[in-house]
């Protein structure tokens, strides 16, 4: 039996039941695609259960509000996923008769889909022959087949499309790329490979040189950025001041609370003297009630050095482009998560 054929019977009795192949129609394979991009099955089946009861057809996505979407969206991360999402579920409503496209190239040149995403929702959909790679196959082929080129190279991502496209099956394509995720998803794991219950086992290069450790290579490692931010939560009586980001930064159009940014870590003293506490509080008296604990906030490239002071301001104090918002409207708003992570200390 070929490599795509044992791995496919593995699949047909091993694979997790999951709704979006229980209902494997274009929308909901797209949506659970989406937000998989970077996210566990786990963290991400709730989203998926939520956008289907909030969105259940592509249509009421499209003439959802972003607020909406974004409100869905809230904790998951990664926020231009569901600005895309919102984006290419337009762009299907307009220009393909709210009808999601079943070739290849009108599915790759929607928002927010990528040579990976497009084939698996080509193969998943649609039974088109193209090979998905995504991080578990990376991993899969590289040690299948010991391929030692770097899977964060473009010469490397090649290496592996065409390793990808030699082992597919033509037949069975969604099949056959659904198993290969779920291979390496259940058992051909990044530290701890389960090579005793695998079925490929005996044909496996890595195990018979006993490097699977060492495969799939990477050229670089990423470089973190360090970011330090100091939020302001004003209080004036019982509402909060926030704002819609609109920055072309990290999570653009979700609420936040005042904030300063700093290029390395500072004391309350110094954000004090700086431009953007004159131009929030222009010489007008504040109270601080408290200063919460350190928070570190890991994003793929950057890390969030964050902390929260609680502020209280007089009745006649007022700051333009925010709104004052009481607690119990928070939920209206989509905030990050480090941002909700702040507001559950407060509930306690
Ligand atoms: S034998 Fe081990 S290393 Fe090889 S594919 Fe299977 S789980 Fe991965």
Not at 94 to 117: M, V, W
Not at 218 to 229: A, E, G, L, T, V
């Amino acid at each position: 039996m070929q490599v795509s054929q044992l791995i496919g019977s593995w699949y047909d009795s091993h694979k997790r039941s999951l709704p979006w192949r229980e209902n494997p129609e274009p929308y909901r394979i797209w949506l659970s695609e989406i937000i998989l991009q970077q996210t566990r099955v786990n963290q991400g089946m709730p989203y998926y259960t939520r956008f289907t009861e909030r969105f259940p057809t592509l249509r009421e996505l499209a003439d959802a509000s972003l607020d909406a979407v974004l409100l869905a969206w809230e904790g998951l991360g990664y926020y231009n996923r569901a600005h895309n999402l919102h984006r290419a579920a337009q762009t299907i409503r307009d220009e393909h008769q709210g009808i999601f496209p079943s070739d290849y190239s009108s599915i790759r040149a929607l928002p927010g889909i990528g040579d990976y995403t497009a084939a698996a929702i080509a193969s998943l959909a649609f039974n088109l022959p193209y090979a998905a790679v995504d991080g578990n196959v990376y991993r899969v082929l590289s040690r299948i087949l010991g391929i030692p080129d770097p899977v964060d190279t473009s010469s490397g991502k090649k290496t592996f499309q065409n390793a990808a496209n030699s082992l597919l099956d033509r037949q069975l394509p969604g099949r056959h790329n659904q198993a290969m995720i779920e291979l390496g998803a259940l058992v051909c794991l990044p530290k701890n490979p389960q090579c005793s219950s695998c079925p490929v086992q005996h044909c496996c290069w890595a195990f018979k040189e006993g490097i699977t450790r060492e495969l799939p290579t990477k050229n670089k490692k990423s470089r973190i950025r360090n970011r330090y931010f100091h939020y302001l939560a004003i209080w004036q009586d019982h509402n909060l001041y926030i704002k819609q980001r609109n920055a072309k930064d990290i999570w653009p159009m979700l609420y936040e609370l005042p904030l300063i940014e700093t290029p390395h870590p500072a004391e309350l003293e110094t954000l004090m003297l700086s431009r953007e506490w004159q131009t929030l509080f222009h010489g007008t008296k504040v109270t601080l009630l408290n200063t919460s604990r350190s928070y570190l906030h890991k994003l793929s490239h950057q890390h969030i050095h964050a902390r929260f002071y609680k502020i209280k301001v007089e009745p006649d104090y007022t700051l333009e482009e925010y709104r004052a918002v009481p607690a119990d409207e928070f939920n209206r708003y989509a905030f990050p998560k480090l941002i909700l992570s702040y507001f559950n200390t407060m509930k306690q």
